[in-house]
């Protein structure tokens, strides 16, 4: 699960990247307070895959899926894009468990 949910963080890293980019250009808001907002955004990407394997780890992944289709109220786009990434935050959740509960299986059989 850890790898899914890993992956998933790092592809939502790159795309806060890219919509700091594209807030600066579109919104009222100030360069520093877009990229206040987007850096915040990536470095939280960052420090949850470290932190998918510990309490409250995946719960903090349903927040910044929260705060990522919230700020399609900055830009637009970011709601398809938020609900993509929460879409695939639940299937890195759902199908990473039924994978290791395989892999537990298959080591289980194999001793």
């Known amino acids: 699960m850890r790898t899914l949910c890993a992956s998933t963080l790092i592809g939502e890293f790159m795309v806060i990247g890219f919509a700091g980019l594209v807030a ?29 394997g510990r309490p409250g ?24 894009l938020g609900a993509a990434f929460a879409g695939l935050w639940w299937a890195s959740i759902h199908f990473g468990r039924q994978i290791d509960e395989a892999k537990a299986r298959f080591a289980a059989q194999g001793q």
């Open 24 to 52: 600066m250009q579109l919104s009222d808001f100030s360069a520093t307070t877009v990229w206040i907002v987007s850096g915040t955004a990536m470095l939280f990407c960052l420090l949850l895959c470290g932190m998918i």
């Open 57 to 80: 780890g995946i719960e903090l992944g349903w927040v910044l899926q929260g705060a990522l289709v919230l700020s399609g109220f900055v830009i637009p786009t970011m709601f398809f």
